[in-house]
């Protein structure tokens, strides 16, 4: 009998394994999962497509500070109509006009950030044909140059140069976080869907064992050596853990879609993940990570850009008020004649001269109303920005803490689930040997399920702790070099 009972055990207690084809099934590992999700996911096309937008605004801002060309006309500027026209004694009559009015200038300018200024500097050619006395006249200017200069006035050039390469710098940066937000996320159904694969192993395996237990358990009962309570509580246990296999494939199909629907990996093939391992060799200072965070992150730029668009509207503010005045100058030459070459010949000097003044006599203290406005609001940008440094520090210094203690639970959680594998197979032997109950069994059986699924979650918590600290610092310790893209 103690053959049988051996032949038995060894049945039970082996390596239980249930050959599936392997066609048609695609093996993932973490990495990968994370590489198709940062290629293929929703939202890294959102990234790319919000990357790309800020890229054009800042070719949109450098371009400002570029000359700039324009060629304008009325080609043509035909009319034909009556029109009043005032008599001499004071009387209006209307009179019919028929001409031809047709112009092409050629612009040109340059904005200066230092000064707020532009020079600019234009050619222009007017042909004026009256079809009523048959008579064309031209009119143009050859060349002219000019400059007009905001005096007392706010610069909005000078402070978009140092504040737009800032927002660029941050978008760049902001992408850089997105695609890592993208490895956080997926790594979170990664993660479901191996803690559903593992319930499923574990599921089908206790409801083979469970079957395998109630046979012998059969054999003994036959023999007198159980109770039929002992039998009765064996069936339930069969009927229960065959409803675990099905809750855990249902719980499979789910976490699988939502995989799939992340990551955008299409086609039928069964999805089989690959248990990741831990870089326990890696180390992690708070001052490194800080130093980098401070470094690479968006919200480290934003800490200066916040600050600077304070500046800018307190200067914004002031600049606006009092006194502002506005110095327009320009010389070149002009002419008219019968031919288009008459203007280019022996043009005219023309020289031009304007200050245009706003001077405030009563504005019953709106001026100095916006000027304190923005201040105030500068110093509560200032206590904002100091109160958003500390909570990235702390957070960064939480996170740094928390991923050093992931590695040490990980080790703990894996010596655990080994103690209680070795536990479930001694507790099998002794049940099938007849010096075990059932209930001390099924405490076995219980609690090597919980230490197979604890030590998933320790993974879990591990590789979230990790992503997030890539996350927080824009750093990858495990290669020791910052994250590009």
């Known amino acids: 009998m103690m053959k049988i009972f051996s032949f038995s055990l060894f049945i039970i207690f082996g390596l239980i394994s249930f050959a599936k084809a392997d066609v048609d099934t695609l093996r993932l590992s973490l990495p990968e999962v994370v590489e198709m999700a940062r290629a293929n996911s929703i939202a890294a096309k959102q990234a790319i497509t919000v990357k790309e937008?800020?890229?054009?605004?800042?070719?949109?801002?450098?371009?400002?500070?570029?000359?700039?060309?324009?060629?304008?006309?009325?080609?043509?500027?035909?009319?034909?109509?009556?029109?009043?026209?005032?008599?001499?004694?004071?009387?209006?009559?209307?009179?019919?006009?028929?001409?031809?009015?047709?112009?092409?200038?050629?612009?040109?300018?340059?904005?200066?950030?230092?000064?707020?200024?532009?020079?600019?500097?234009?050619?222009?050619?007017?042909?004026?044909?009256?079809?009523?006395?048959?008579?064309?006249?031209?009119?143009?200017?050859?060349?002219?140059?000019?400059?007009?200069?905001?005096?007392?006035?706010?610069?909005?050039?000078?402070?978009?140069?140092?504040?737009?390469?800032?927002?660029?710098?941050?978008?760049?940066?902001?992408?850089?976080?997105?695609?890592?937000?993208?490895?956080?996320?997926v790594t979170e159904y990664f993660f479901d869907l191996l803690l559903a694969q593992v319930n499923l192993n574990i599921a089908t395996t206790n409801f083979a064992n469970t079957q395998r237990i109630l046979t012998i358990a059969n054999t003994k009962f036959e023999l007198g050596k159980i109770s039929k309570n002992e039998i009765l509580q064996l069936q339930l246990e069969v009927l229960n853990a065959q409803k675990a296999v099905g809750t855990a494939k249902r719980d499979v199909e789910i976490a699988t879609l939502n995989l799939r629907s992340y990551t955008g990996i299409e086609g039928d093939d069964r999805i089989k993940l690959t248990m990741p391992g831990v870089v326990t060799q890696m180390m992690v200072g708070a001052d490194k990570v800080l130093a980098e965070a401070f470094e690479n992150r968006s919200d480290a730029i934003a800490f200066v850009r916040r600050l600077a668009e304070a500046r800018r509207d307190v200067a914004k503010a002031k600049g606006e008020n009092g006194l502002?005045?506005?110095?327009?100058?320009?010389?070149?030459?002009?002419?008219?004649?019968?031919?288009?070459?008459?203007?280019?010949?022996?043009?005219?000097?023309?020289?031009?001269?304007?200050?245009?003044?706003?001077?405030?006599?009563?504005?019953?203290?709106?001026?100095?109303?916006?000027?304190?406005?923005?201040?105030?609001?500068?110093?509560?940008?200032?206590?904002?920005?100091?109160?958003?440094?500390?909570?990235?520090?702390?957070?960064?210094?939480?996170?740094?803490?928390?991923?050093?203690?992931?590695?040490?639970?990980?080790?703990?959680?894996?010596?655990?689930?080994?103690?209680?594998?070795?536990?479930?197979?001694?507790?099998?032997?002794?049940?099938?040997?007849?010096?075990?109950?059932?209930?001390?069994?099924?405490?076995?059986?219980?609690?090597?399920?919980?230490a197979k699924r604890d030590y998933v979650s320790s993974l879990r918590d591990f590789w979230a702790a990790y992503y997030q600290l890539r996350y927080l610092s824009l750093y990858d310790f495990d290669q020791n070099k910052k994250i590009t893209y």
């Open 53 to 185: 937008t800020k890229y054009w605004e800042w070719r949109t801002f450098k371009s400002n500070y570029q000359p700039q060309l324009a060629l304008e006309g009325i080609l043509p500027g035909y009319t034909k109509t009556y029109t009043q026209v005032q008599q001499p004694n004071g009387t209006i009559l209307f009179q019919p006009v028929h001409y031809d009015n047709s112009s092409l200038t050629l612009n040109f300018s340059q904005s200066l950030a230092a000064t707020g200024g532009t020079i600019y500097g234009t050619t222009q050619l007017q042909r004026f044909d009256d079809f009523d006395r048959n008579n064309v006249l031209y009119n143009g200017i050859p060349y002219g140059i000019g400059y007009t200069q905001p005096l007392l006035q706010f610069n909005k050039l000078k402070w978009d140069k140092k504040i737009e390469p800032l927002k660029y710098n941050e978008s760049k940066q902001a992408f850089v976080e997105t695609q890592e937000k993208i490895a956080i996320t």
């Open 324 to 450: 502002t005045a506005t110095l327009r100058a320009n010389l070149g030459f002009s002419n008219a004649g019968n031919s288009a070459f008459d203007v280019y010949r022996s043009p005219k000097n023309q020289q031009s001269v304007e200050l245009q003044l706003s001077i405030p006599v009563m504005d019953w203290g709106r001026s100095k109303s916006r000027t304190k406005t923005a201040e105030a609001n500068q110093q509560f940008t200032t206590y904002a920005v100091e109160q958003d440094k500390q909570t990235f520090k702390q957070q960064i210094v939480t996170q740094v803490t928390l991923f050093n203690m992931m590695k040490e639970q990980i080790q703990l959680t894996a010596e655990a689930e080994k103690i209680a594998a070795e536990k479930y197979k001694i507790a099998g032997e002794r049940y099938v040997l007849g010096n075990l109950s059932i209930t001390d069994l099924s405490i076995a059986f219980q609690e090597n399920d919980k």
